[in-house]
């Protein structure tokens, strides 16, 4: 079984800054895209922050580009998203996916629970 655990939520002031992190365990064959996205508070639709495929350049909303980088080791099954200058705006639960198959299931994608992530102004 596929799990994804997230962590690195929290609360930080405006301008602040915080790293989150997405784990995949399970007998993983291989993982393509892997992504954060976001849901903020009184929104039904997830937005992407940010995405990436294995040896190709990171996808970035325009909201975050120049604030927020992302990372993965593909050795350690492990996405990062690394979050300067927080704004309010950024609130929100932020959730990890990841396309990835298994030694007996094709490509399926999986979510996260979440990690909360509050901005106080």
């Excluded at 892997?34 to 990171?58: C, F, I, L, N």
């Amino acid at each position: 079984q596929v799990q994804l655990v997230e962590s690195g939520g929290g609360l930080v002031p405006a301008g602040g800054s915080l790293t989150l992190s997405c784990t995949a365990s399970g007998r993983i064959k291989y993982i393509g895209l892997m992504a954060w996205h976001r849901q903020a508070p009184g929104k039904e639709e997830r937005e992407t922050v940010a995405s990436t495929v294995y040896r190709h350049d990171p996808n970035y909303a325009d909201s975050v580009k120049g604030r927020f980088t992302v990372s993965r080791d593909n050795v350690k099954k492990t996405i990062t998203l690394q979050m300067n200058n927080l704004q309010p705006e950024d609130t929100a639960v932020y959730y990890c996916e990841a396309l990835i198959s298994t030694w007996s299931t094709g490509l399926t994608t999986y979510w996260g629970r979440g990690t909360r992530v509050t901005v106080a102004s």
